[in-house]
């Protein structure tokens, strides 16, 4: 298994998928969304399976279905709480390239207008400023590379991101 993956970790609205995107294009590789696969082989929606299963148990199915992405040549946007998953990260580690979207508090607060709407994994009554705190530390400590978005397009992140790939 070679390791020529790219995985893009970060919080929700960091524009992980955005990027993938672009960046796949750019470097004729595949786009993986790992949100999608896990509602391909779960047979629900993200939001029915956090409903149905609980927080605990929705980062068990995520942990479990993203240590099964087996790819080459991909750009992978995980979903937000992927790295509460240490099999999933340590998988991801061995596959590529991890790359952190790192994005301001400030920003993120514009972007994430619906909290709730966007499906984000988030304990009861817990804050989006706690759990940026909680997260940061752990996009951090996987990532190979971090990107900071400061207040970049979309366009400069993935022209940043590129020239650190090189």
Known sequence: MKKNNII???MPASGKSTVGVILAKILGY???DADIVIQEKDGRKLSEIIAEEGIDGFIDIENKINTGIEVEKSVIATGGSVVYGKEAMEHYKNLGTVV??????DELTKRLKDVKQRGVVMKEGQSLISLY???SVLYEKYADITVDEKNSTMEEVVAELLSVLK
């Not at 952190?100 to 508090?105: C, I």
């Open 133 to 135: 705190n909680e997260r």
């Open 8 to 10: 893009l970790i970060g």
């Open 30 to 32: 595949n786009f993986v």
């Open 100 to 105: 952190y979207l790192k994005v301001s508090m």
